[in-house]
């Protein structure tokens, strides 16, 4: 028999309960928990699996639409792409893990949003990544930079699945908390989406996949904590990946699915066991009993408490109809994975654990979801933002080429080209573009992908930040001439137990939701990661919108490349919006202001426009305007298209302002253009045009060789 620790205030204290948590467990249960029952209600209702500080807020966003099949409370959100296609796709946060090791952290981060995809009928046809950093001269953002490409490229690279975008900042707000956002998107058919709920009395649950180590114990619990100096400490609650093992649940999962014996199956990711096996159970209104001697374990002596809390990699948990019990053990043992059965569904609402012949626990098993502590957490509302007075002037020209040589706007080639995105030949648009596009296999169908927020925006007025956010994704797609459809999000922020984070948090849903309705980009999925704080000290609030557009054939795509000759059309009105912008923070490490407001009206209106002209043969070329404005714009057309660029004069406000809802379009007719425009009741002027080896803004200029070289410098000089 093992001896278990006893149950005190330490203790409770270690498994992040708070006092009137501990003590809504006693009156729930009427005694005092078991060790192991202690340490599932820790896994259960921790911040990172109960939402217990966000649900209320979370309820307020649009989920629904007519492209909507599933939304949030799946593994993955689905969206109807016709001919009876659907694309399954979520955003999740490994933040916690991968500052603590950054390899791991950020391959398990790969490997568990991959597994919420398949886990539902999909086969992945794309990842992407937002990544978060500390600025460049913090003692620990090289090895932590290094770290998380290589393991998201380890995993992803190894799995196959291509990697198409993402985005990744630097700023000191993240010097003790890196976020690692990672998305996967996979291709279903309609008539075959498998779910989670657990059906029938009596019916086998059972264990797939790789076997059951230490690694991970605790880790959920982790990340619904803050950072101190006992941070190392937290080293052993990190998982660890095995890609080619993913690979194989994979194609064994989809395999399996085809024989019909799943009637429900979830992926094993946070709390492992313990979340898996309750979700199962509450949404299908059953109880469920595990006899853990027959759970596969790679260690020895593994105890009740440490098999439920595990979070090892590459494991499902399934509910079975056991009349196709020896075709379904055939696929796993085909692709040499364990197949358990480690239990059974009962009509009580109880979750009972085994072991060894030991009753480990017997708990209410909808208390420990459904009825989870909930908390409208006390907040204030961030002040507003004092105007910006005294920009500064700039040389145009120069301080282009300095902006477009920061780590923040530089080229990501060397982030990106780690990452394999061509595997399986149906990429279209690779990383560096406004969005991802990948081929629906076999058809002339596609879809883009794109990931977008500014923080800066978001600290500032959250309300307009979460606005813009979605505003940015909307643009992305629009300007590679996808429809959108629809929205991941992932929220990142500090401790919701201080009211100005949680107004932060407030607001940037209060902006978030107002945009995916007006834009009609419901959210299907997402992930809320709270307490990224290292003593005390909390990140920008960065609430990252994954979206998902269509191209319903691939004459409908538009390129950022442009033409030798080309005119540049700028769509869209502009005040000259300064406040927040790239120029002041990186040229004068300023952050002042207010963010940039969002007219969602004109936002929809000129992606509509976008599209429509593109689709009449009226523009050659397209590109949004977000950080560093109408000169950053410019520079990243006049690169794709290898070719220079003559804009004409403004003052700094004009070339660097960040004001929203506008694009550059490049026409072989711009008369044409900005008639449809006007009709359209659309904002544009001709500003320029496409031609020679130099970028002109104005009375100033620059060549494109020395823009080339600063942008290709300003990644590789501090991480290679």
Same mark, same amino acid.
């Given at each position: ?34 060790? @192991?029952?202690?340490?599932?209600? *820790? ?144 291709? %279903? ?15 086998? &649950? ?14 959920? +619990? ?7 100096? @006992? ?5 052993? +609650? ?14 064994? +999962? ?22 898996? %096996? ?16 027959? $759970? ?13 809390? *595990?979070?090892?990699?590459? /494991? ?13 053990? %055939? ?37 420990? *979801? ?9 907040? $204030? ?12 002037? &700039? ?5 282009? &080429? ?9 080229? /990501? ?11 399986? #030949? ?11 596009? $990948? ?77 995916? *309705?007006? =834009? ?39 390129? &950022? ?6 005119? =540049? ?36 209106? #000129? ?24 000169? =950053?714009?410019? #520079?990243?057309?006049? =690169? ?55 970028? @002109? ?7 494109? %060789? ?15």
């Amino acid at each position: 028999m093992t001896i278990e620790p006893e149950i005190n205030e330490q203790l409770i204290k270690d498994h992040g309960l708070a006092p009137n948590e501990y003590q809504r467990i006693l009156d729930l249960m009427g005694r005092t928990p078991t060790f @192991t029952e202690l340490g599932i209600f *820790s896994a259960m209702w921790n911040e990172h699996c109960s939402y217990k500080s966000s649900k209320k807020w979370l309820r307020t966003l649009p989920t629904e639409g007519p492209q909507v099949i599933c939304g949030p409370g799946e593994n993955a959100g689905i969206v109807d792409i016709g001919d009876g296609d659907a694309i399954v796709f979520k955003m999740e946060s490994h933040n916690h893990p991968s500052y603590i090791e950054p390899y791991q952290g950020a391959a398990t981060g790969v490997g568990g949003i991959l597994r919420d995809v398949f886990t539902m009928g999909a086969r992945p046809i794309a990842a992407m990544n937002s990544l978060s950093f500390g600025e460049i001269t913090h003692p620990k953002t090289k090895s932590l930079v290094n770290g998380v490409v290589e393991g998201v490229g380890g995993y992803g690279n190894c799995f196959g699945v291509p990697t198409v975008g993402g985005e990744v900042r630097f700023h000191e707000a993240y010097n003790g908390n890196c976020l690692v956002n990672a998305f996967a998107a996979g291709l %279903a058919k309609t008539d075959s989406i498998f779910y989670s709920a657990a059906s029938g009395v009596g019916m086998p &649950v059972v264990y797939l996949g790789a076997k059951t180590g230490r690694d991970g114990v605790g880790g959920a +619990t982790m990340a619904s904590a803050e950072f101190d100096d @006992t941070i190392e400490d937290k080293r052993p +609650t990190v998982q660890v990946g095995d890609p080619f093992t993913e690979k194989r649940l994979m194609e064994a +999962t989809l395999e399996l699915m085809q024989t019909g014996a799943v009637i429900s199956i979830q992926d094993m990711g946070a709390a492992g066991l313990t979340c898996s %096996a309750v979700e199962m159970g509450d949404k299908g209104n059953l109880g469920v009993k595990l006899t853990l001697e027959d $759970v596969p374990i790679r260690e020895e002596n593994m105890t009740a408490y440490e098999m439920m809390l *595990s979070e090892s990699q590459e /494991r499902m948990l399934m509910v079975l109809n056991p009349d196709l019990e020896a075709e379904a053990k %055939a696929v796993f043992d085909k692709w040499d994975l364990d197949f358990a059965i480690v239990g059974e569904t009962i009509a009580e609402d109880r979750f009972i654990i085994m072991h060894n012949g030991e009753l480990k626990a017997d708990l209410p098993l909808k208390a420990l *979801s459904g009825t989870a502590p909930e908390y409208d957490r006390p907040w $204030v509302e961030t002040p507003t933002a004092a105007p910006l007075t005294d920009a500064p002037e &700039v040389n145009a020209a120069d301080a282009l &080429v300095k902006l477009i040589g920061t780590p923040n706007y530089s080229s /990501r080639r060397w982030v990106y080209e780690q990452y394999d995105h061509m595997v399986m #030949a149906d990429t279209v648009v690779r990383p560096g573009s406004d969005a991802g596009v $990948v081929r629906i296999h076999g058809t002339d169908k596609a879809v883009a992908f794109t990931s977008d927020v500014t923080p800066r925006y978001c600290k500032a007025n959250p309300t307009e930040g979460g606005k813009q956010a979605v505003a940015e994704a909307y643009r992305n797609l629009c300007a590679t001439g996808a429809k959108p459809l629809a929205t991941t999000d992932n929220l990142n922020f500090g401790n919701p137990e201080k009211p100005e984070i949680m107004g932060q948090f407030v607001g940037c849903i209060k902006g978030i939701g107002e945009a995916v *309705s007006a =834009l009609d980009m419901p959210i299907v999925s997402g992930n809320v990661s709270l307490y990224n704080e290292t003593d005390g000290e909390g990140i920008l609030p960065t609430p990252t919108i994954g979206a998902v557009g269509l191209l319903e054939n691939l004459d409908q795509m538009i390129r &950022v490349r442009p033409n030798d000759g080309d005119t =540049l059309v700028l769509i869209g009105k502009t005040d000259g919006h300064l406040g927040q912008s790239a120029l002041l923070k990186e040229l004068f490490n300023r952050e002042d202001g207010d963010a940039p407001h969002v007219d969602l009206a004109a936002e929809k209106a #000129a992606g509509e426009f976008v599209r429509n002209a593109h689709r009449a043969g009226q523009i050659t070329a397209a590109h949004d305007l977000s950080d560093g404005g109408l000169a =950053l714009a410019v #520079a990243d057309m006049a =690169l794709a298209g290898n070719v220079g660029a003559t804009i004409k004069a403004g003052d700094t406000g004009w070339f660097f302002g960040e004001d929203q809802a506008r694009y550059l379009l490049a026409t072989k007719d711009a008369d044409a253009l900005i008639t449809a425009a006007k009709s359209a009741e659309i904002d544009a002027i001709e500003i320029g045009s496409f031609g020679g080896t130099d970028i @002109t803004l104005g009375d100033t200029s620059t060549t494109l %060789a020395d823009i080339k070289a600063a942008s290709d410098a300003g990644i590789p000089s501090f991480a290679a």
